[in-house]
Nanobody
């Protein structure tokens, strides 16, 4: 099993920045990709960004210019740096971990709430 714990959410004003952290523990040896998803009120959950163990990143088009995902494999931690935050970024942000072997599995954290409001 893999356990994921998000942190760093909170209330921020438009235009400000925030950094989220996701700490992974447990049987993380086969985890290949980690990422962030978010779900805004009344909307579907959507991809924010992913990063592989080797550091390859993938972003949703709407996030790429403002958000940066990074990974510290030694600390089993993934970060999401969010800049120039907008009210539409308000959402619960979920950490995800993916493995393919020995069987395909996805793991999710409980989420951390980011509220962007003046």
């Amino acid at each position: 099993q893999v356990q994921l714990v998000e942190s760093g959410g909170g209330l921020v004003q438009p235009g400000e920045s925030l950094r989220l952290s996701c700490s992974a523990s447990g049987n993380i040896f086969m985890v290949e990709t980690m990422g962030w998803y978010r779900q805004a009120p009344g909307k579907q959950r959507e991809l924010v960004a992913t990063i592989t163990r080797g550091g390859s990143t993938n972003y949703a088009d709407s996030m790429k210019d403002r958000f940066t995902i990074s990974r510290d494999n030694a600390k089993n931690t993934v970060y999401l740096q969010m800049n120039s935050l907008k009210p539409e970024d308000t959402a619960v942000y979920y950490c995800n971990a993916d493995q393919r072997f020995p069987r395909a599995m996805n793991y999710w954290g409980k989420g951390t709430l980011v509220t962007v409001s003046s």
